[in-house]
């Protein structure tokens, strides 16, 4: 009995790893996008994506046949959307217009934007999830998600990054 | 291409910047800290079994000691006649 846990254990730890090596620069991304961080300074978004990532090693078993991926990518989205609450709540974020870096942020691609903007731009367009699964995984009806992801998509293309100035109104 | 969906592959296209290094112990820390929450959760479920248990046991004992489906005996005694 024992000796079968281990094995199993084992087994876990080493499909565990390989799962981590392959998909932890996507998912990585995908939350440094979300907290607004630079890329080179995103202690919140590596500290969200270890928490979902230990979600999915405890979950590696009772995964059978889901997409560990998809997993992580949900359990980052909900700890996301739950510590902005947070934020919320103690009235840092209230202003569905406020155009200003968040808790020490700065320098972030989608800083200009508000969480559940960035939470919706990310999901719906790096991450290629469907309107419905969003609009499900966050509780709001599909439109809601549509035109927070044109809201947020003028947002972007109205003010262009430094970097990417190339990219001009047609 | 219609013009919303031509708008959505730019702002696609900034998304796709350049990728932050993923630290080395990323992995790791997360695998410790899942291993964490495992052995909790294992815990956490032998403990309610436990109770459970405890639960039947004592249900059982007191049970077979009062034995409640037993009628109690009549505490009121027939009237007395004819004597």
Known sequence: MRERQAVRHRRRAREFEAFVAGAAGRLLHAATLLTAEPPDDNARARQLLTAALARTYADWERLRGEDPYDHTRQELAARFARTTWRYHQHGRLCSPHHREPVAGGGG??????????????????????????????????????????????????????????????? | MSLPDRKQDEVRRMLEGPHPPVPADLGPRAAERGARLLRRRVLARRLMWLLLGLAVVTFTVWALVEQPWVAPPSEVAPPLEAW
């Open chain 1, 108 to 170: 972030g691609l989608l800083e200009r934007l508000t969480p559940q903007e960035r939470l919706v731009l990310v999901l719906r367009l790096y991450e290629g999830v469907a309107e419905e699964q969003t609009a499900a995984q966050l509780g709001l009806p599909a439109e809601r998600v549509r035109a927070i992801c044109t809201r947020a998509t003028a947002a972007m293309r109205s003010t262009p990054p430094a970097p990417a100035a190339e990219v001009t109104a047609p």
